[in-house]
């Protein structure tokens, strides 16, 4: 890792820093988050803070060579308008694919099987595009509480830069600035565009993957958020529940209903992204599936015997 990075890298926490202290006055005025049933915080707080280390890991990343988040820009700015004023699910979700198919198109990943026919080929690409937009979903629905998405995308963006490609080593000083605003008690939310963005960022280091058997392991790195949010999906979908409103049923937030403040419930996730990393980077897959089976346990505990019941989250 070059002094060079690593000067990026903190000047994209400083510029966090910088853009967060003349945002959020702003936001304050403009963009606020006002508390319902379904909220998991209790005072209005400033959404769309996300723009902070949207704006600065952009500008730095493009210092270091790496263009992927230019791609992820839209996402950005559709968030940051629905923020502002709620957009047609279409809407974001046609921004979603444009911005799948271009990171897509633009990676590596999909090249490496230039050999196959082209048949083959189509059906990668497809599977590629539902996989993206439903990490980018996934990673949006589960940014509700203080600290859980910001915490749980450094520790995961540290790792791949470790193991995939150290450009991603910015977002985590970016991330890390934010943090800082975003920790229980959180002065300033993410917001759509910030969360979005950070799923088709998410993405993009997926298929910087060297092969298919890395990806596999990036996906378990990142399980405890995306098994949360997809079998709360699943479940909402078995009990006939719109799975694109807004809700509380998440086991993160049902946590919290059980009495979890939001920074125990932040360092549960991000303890769990934690011990699979070291796993990943001590390269020791048969422990890290292990522990995979074990966290899933525990979460299905957490689920059955802690947690507010899901039946009563829903509608």
């Known amino acids: 890792m070059s002094l060079y990075l690593l000067l990026l890298t903190f000047s994209s926490f400083l510029l966090t820093c910088f ?6 006055p702003i936001l304050i005025k403009n963009v606020i988050d006002k508390p319902n049933h379904r909220s998991s915080h ?3 707080k400033p959404t769309a803070g996300g723009i902070s280390f949207v704006i600065s890991g952009t500008i730095i990343s493009i210092l270091n060579g790496n263009f992927l ?3 992820c820009l839209p996402l950005a700015f559709v968030g940051f308008i629905d923020d502002l004023k709620n957009l047609k699910i279409s809407i974001r979700f ?3 694919v444009i911005t799948v198919i271009l990171i897509i198109y633009e990676s590596q990943f999909i090249h490496d099987f230039g050999e196959l026919e082209k048949y083959f080929i189509l059906i990668l690409f497809i599977l590629l595009l539902i996989i993206g937009t439903t990490i980018i979903n996934l990673i949006n629905f589960m940014d509700g509480i203080d600290g859980l998405v910001s915490g749980s995308m450094v520790l995961i963006f540290a790792i ?8 991603f080593l910015i977002f985590v000083g970016s991330l890390l ?4 605003w975003n920790w229980y008690p959180s002065k300033v939310f993410m917001g759509d565009g910030g969360s979005t963005f950070l799923g088709a960022l998410f993405f993009g280091l997926l298929l910087d993957s060297s092969n298919l058997f890395e990806l596999i392991k990036i996906l378990i790195l990142s399980s405890p958020l995306l098994i949360d949010s997809f079998i709360c999906i699943f479940r909402r979908f078995l009990n006939k529940q719109k799975i694109f409103d807004s809700h509380c049923s998440h086991l993160y937030q049902r946590l919290y209903q059980s009495g979890w403040k939001h920074s125990s419930v932040a360092i549960l996730y991000m303890a769990c992204i934690l011990t699979l990393g070291i796993s990943m980077i001590i390269g020791n897959f048969t422990l890290m599936i292990h522990l ?3 966290q899933f346990l525990f979460g299905f505990f957490l689920d059955q015997k802690i947690a507010k019941p899901f039946s009563e989250t829903l509608e």
């Open 19 to 24: 853009l967060l202290k003349m945002i959020i």
């Open 42 to 44: 209790q005072l209005p």
């Open 69 to 71: 988040p230019i791609i």
């Open 94 to 96: 046609f921004v979603q």
């Open 160 to 167: 791949g830069s470790i193991v995939i490609s150290n450009s």
């Open 177 to 180: 600035a934010f943090l800082l």
């Open 292 to 294: 995979l089976l074990i």
